[in-house]
């Protein structure tokens, strides 16, 4: 008997991030599970090639720098469909001691991180782009539970995030619009390479060390999102879930 829970077959997801790393690995995951996506970034070629090669008719990419929280409301009325998804994946770091803090890389982090995808949810909720039984993902991290050196902005954003998912999720339970997160380890992506610059390679050395599976790839974070975003987790809202190779678990 064939049963397509884990499929997202008819459904269209509106994804942030998605012309890098993991953000980009999850639009390709949802075009392989059947589904369409609308993907959002600055640097929209190599999406729109992955588009143009795979004939996904019923996807597109959408250049928007979401640091222009001011016009979020025209990106929202230029959707010409509903969503049945929506993955918040765009995100920047900033690596540096809490000693050190500056109020304007804080807001900078913020707008991107957090404050964008409060405008751009509410936006679509009350312009009615979301369709009921749909699933919404953001992308946190293990840095809002755990405290890593030097992450504290970056901490702050994605704490936020998981706070405020649990709220979307009791606001949203009556149109069955469920709302997790996904708190990653290290991936190797463009963002990994940024703290790799930054950091000596005998401190990533120890990190690495530190993580029973190793480090994890994009697809290894892609794959239980569109879980999130597929029926098979109908019952499944308001959670965080680490996802890390045993990092943040495991002595
Ligand atoms: N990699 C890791 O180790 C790791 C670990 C835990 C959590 N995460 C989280 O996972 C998510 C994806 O990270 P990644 O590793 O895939 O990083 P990435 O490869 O650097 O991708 C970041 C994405 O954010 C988008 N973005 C950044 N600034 C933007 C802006 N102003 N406007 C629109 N889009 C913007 C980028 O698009 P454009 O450049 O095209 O604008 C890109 O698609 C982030 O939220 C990150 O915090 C990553």
């Known amino acids: 008997m064939k049963d397509d829970n884990f499929y997202l ?12 790393g993991i953000g980009f690995e999850i639009c390709k995951q949802i075009a392989n599970a059947g589904g369409n996506f609308i993907g959002i970034g600055r640097n929209i ?19 928007f720098d979401l640091i222009e929280i001011d016009t979020i409301h025209l990106l929202v009325s230029n959707l010409s469909i509903k969503i049945d998804g929506f993955v ?13 803090f500056n ?58 995030l998981d706070g405020i998912s649990k ?28 703290a790799q610059d930054i950091l000596s390679k005998e401190i990533m050395d120890i990190d690495r060390s530190k993580y029973p599976l190793g480090y994890g790839e994009a697809k290894d974070i892609a794959l239980p999102v569109i879980f999130l975003l597929s029926n098979a987790s109908k019952w499944i809202t308001g959670q965080s879930i680490v996802v890390d190779g045993g990092r943040s678990s495991l002595l």
């Open 103 to 160: 109020y304007s890389d804080y807001e900078n982090i913020r707008k991107i991180n957090l404050d964008c995808v409060l405008v751009l949810f509410s936006e679509l909720l009350q312009k009615k782009k979301i369709n009921k039984n749909a699933s919404v993902v953001f992308i946190s991290s293990i840095s809002a539970i755990r405290g890593a050196k030097g992450n504290g902005l970056y901490a702050i954003t994605k704490a936020a």
């Open 9 to 20: 077959i008819e459904k269209t997801i509106l994804v942030t991030g998605a012309t890098s």
């Open 45 to 63: 070629e190599k999406l729109q090639d992955f588009i143009a090669d795979n004939r996904l008719e019923e996807s597109k990419a959408i250049k």
């Open 167 to 194: 709220v979307y999720a009791n606001e949203l339970s009556s149109k069955r619009i469920r709302v997790n997160t996904i708190q990653p380890g290290m991936v190797e992506t463009d963002m990994f390479m940024q």
């Open 88 to 100: 918040h994946s765009a995100g920047i770091v900033n690596v540096s001691p809490m000693q050190f």
